[in-house]
């Protein structure tokens, strides 16, 4: 089974996946702060359409994980506010 990184932890996927599937399946289900209030958010329509489970992939921030296929070894990180470092909490 494949695996990529987030946070520093492994996580397995299934040919196909996605990040955000994979994310799920393993129980984690919030990687993303708000920008206003710093409260968590994860997968909600599934769809790309409410952009609520960005994460930053490879360095580059405000990846939908719904949308974007998990490939082995990439870099998963949970995104506060833009994931530009301006979120002080
Ligand atoms: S969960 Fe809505 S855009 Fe990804």
Do not use: K, Y
């Amino acid at each position: 089974m494949s695996t990529f990184w987030f946070d520093g932890h492994e996580v397995p996927f299934r040919p196909g996946a996605t990040i955000g599937a994979a994310l799920l399946a393993s129980g984690i289900r919030s990687w993303r702060t708000t920008r206003g209030q710093g409260r968590p958010r994860g997968v909600f329509c599934g769809i790309g359409v409410c952009f609520d489970c960005l994460a930053t992939v490879d360095g580059r921030p405000n990846q939908r994980a719904c949308l974007t296929p998990a490939r082995d070894g990439m870099d998963v990180r949970s995104q506060e506010g833009t994931g530009h470092g301006e979120f002080a909490g």
